[in-house]
């Protein structure tokens, strides 16, 4: 099972510094990162991350709020119209997600896109159904 | 000048010879309440008498726990079938606060209501306007029954929805107005945003405002505003409501009615007597009240006498503006909020920490009522959705309980300093102009 890490965090200068330099202390490395907000001031900040279980531990240690949420993360094209591609194919597994993002890995060559499916069980096996290629854990952390 | 000349204007000997005399006959009713009934002082006084109104202080006080305590028939002193009306505090934690009236309660509340408005130039030639919510909350039917009785054409328009209240106002030519003084801000505004100057295009001339502490210095800009006088109301639902001290057109203290209240002021920590004139907690008790009788209430507002004789004739004694209280219940938009309230509403939560932290402050020409609350670490799923639903979810239960909507801000744990002792949960930062 992929994961990633997601914080709780309160819009304000320094908060993401906080879970940063706690990843710093840890070396632990940030391979992709997903910041929201809403209008009430506070966010969830998603993160991919070279140890998740670790950083999970340490930020929690740290007096933060995070959890793990299971991922899927599947390869795509560095180039126009590949995420409509997958998209397609997503949409033919029926899976609705509400939280996504993408990490380019090399230009010009292949991109990650990261699903969050921690509330859809069998996301992993729809997805492989319709013949998308998921990214092992090994690659998605780097290590 | 006067509603009922010979009650306003009776010298201080005989207004003391008819408290007595009243509080004798409070006294025989309240015994039938449970509550009372058990009193071994109000026995003695029922068979030796009473010889001066000092001797009050030999009667133990009521205090809002007792009231909670004795829920929800305890203070109730006449037969459930003449009672025609209640009257609670907001609340689903805890036991509310409840007054009950009969008909006889209703119409003395009434008259005092409408004493009150005629001593502040109100007369049966106005239109009066309530912008007040009606209800459980004793300023919407307290204000309709006096000015229905002092003879104004009323017009019941409840609180919220500015522009209705300008087109009602502009409509029946409304002449006065009760409201709390912090929406009076917010209803100028909506006045100039519609393009009317409410000193020109209405024919407001005079305001009633309470149910909240506000300044001299907010009144005169209120008057200002909307070029009117504005008077000062003070009452609590324990001693009816509205209509338990106002003032006269002097604008100089609030004169409480003491032929239907004995007032005492006292210091909260000895609970003697203060010296004349000095800030102490107003103890009150009922004197002309059938179905719930109240003996030595303390009603946790602080203020003093006012010194002197005042210009309008009147000899009820005067009040200062309340200057604060002696627990920690603070008022926002005319609701009275216990901290306790809010506590036990987050208490209950199990994605709640610990701490939170109450802050009172005026956004926009509004006054709100922001809420940290700390997300327990062990409940955060990461889950963006289950955040929103719960700060949705405490939004609701808080303005359920004290009928005020908050603004809940969900913090970090550890953001909120750890409580010490007896914490300060509650900082107010409101205009006080």
């Known amino acids: 099972m992929t994961c990633q890490v997601s914080v709780f965090l309160e819009n304000k200068l320094g908060h993401l510094e906080r879970v940063t330099a706690v990843l710093n202390a840890a070396k632990i490395n940030i391979r992709s990162l997903h910041l929201n907000h809403t209008a009430s001031g506070w966010g969830i900040l998603n993160l991919v991350v070279s140890d998740p279980e670790q950083a999970h531990q340490r930020l929690n240690d740290a007096g933060m709020s995070a959890a793990l949420r299971e991922i899927v993360v599947l390869k795509m094209a560095d180039q126009p119209g590949a995420l409509d591609d997958l998209l397609k194919l997503i949409v033919k597994a029926g899976v609705n997600f509400s939280n996504a993002y993408g990490r380019v890995v090399n230009e010009g060559g292949s991109a990650l896109f990261m699903v969050d499916v921690q509330d859809f069980p069998d996301a992993r096996a729809r997805l492989s159904g319709v013949g998308l290629e998921i990214i092992d854990d090994a690659r998605v952390y780097g290590v | 000048m006067y509603w009922e000349k010979e009650l306003e204007i009776l010298d201080r000997a005989n207004l003391e010879k008819l408290q007595i005399e009243r509080l004798m006959t409070t006294l025989r009713v309240a015994s039938n309440a449970s509550h009372y009934g058990k009193s071994p002082e109000i026995k003695r006084f029922l068979s030796s008498g009473m010889s001066s109104i000092e001797q009050i202080r030999d009667l133990p006080f009521t205090t809002k726990e007792d009231l909670r305590g004795d829920f929800p028939w305890g203070f109730l002193a006449a037969d459930k079938r003449d009672v025609v009306r209640l009257h609670s505090s907001s609340g689903t934690t805890g036991n509310p606060t409840v007054v009950y009236h009969n008909r006889h309660d209703l119409d003395s509340w009434a008259n005092l209501m409408a004493r009150s408005l005629y001593a502040a130039g109100v007369r049966d030639t106005d239109v009066f306007q309530n912008i007040c919510g009606y209800g459980l909350f004793t300023g919407g039917l307290g204000f309709q029954y006096g000015v229905e009785k002092l003879g104004c054409l009323s017009i019941p328009a409840g609180a919220g929805n500015s522009p209705r209240q300008i087109k009602l106002m502009r409509d029946f030519g409304t002449t006065v107005i009760h409201a709390i003084p912090s929406y009076l801000g917010r209803l100028y505004d909506v006045f100039v945003e519609e393009g009317l100057d409410p000193r020109k ?102 203020t003093r006498f006012l010194d002197g004789e005042c210009q309008c004739g009147r000899t009820h004694r005067r009040l200062d503006r309340i200057s604060g209280r002696s627990d920690d219940m603070f008022i926002i938009k005319g609701c009275n909020v216990f901290p306790m309230q809010i506590e036990g509403v987050l208490m209950k939560l199990p994605e709640v920490g610990d701490d939170y932290r109450i802050t009172l402050d005026t956004i926009e020409d509004q006054d709100q009522m922001i809420i940290e609350v700390e997300v327990k670490k062990e409940s955060f799923r990461g889950d963006i959705t289950l955040l929103d639903r719960l700060q949705r979810h405490i939004t609701h239960l808080i303005r359920d309980e004290v009928l005020v909507s908050p603004h809940i801000k969900l913090v970090e744990p550890g953001s909120i300093p750890k409580a010490e002792g007896k914490a300060v949960r509650v900082f107010d930062l409101r205009n006080k102009v």
């Open chain 2, 201 to 302: 295009d209405t024919k407001l001339h005079t305001f009633v405002i309470g149910a909240e502490p506000h300044t001299e210095e907010h009144r005169r800009r209120i008057e200002e505003m909307f070029g009117v006088k504005a008077y000062n109301s003070f009452g609590l639902s324990e001693m009816n409501g509205p209509g338990v001290a106002f003032e006269c057109t002097e604008q100089n203290g609030l004169h409480i009615w003491e032929d239907a209240f004995i007032v005492e002021i006292i210091d909260p920590k000895t609970l003697q007597p203060v010296a004349d004139g000095e800030i102490g907690e107003l103890v009150m008790t009922t004197l002309d009240r059938q179905a719930m009788p109240v003996i030595r209430y303390r009603t946790r507002d602080l």
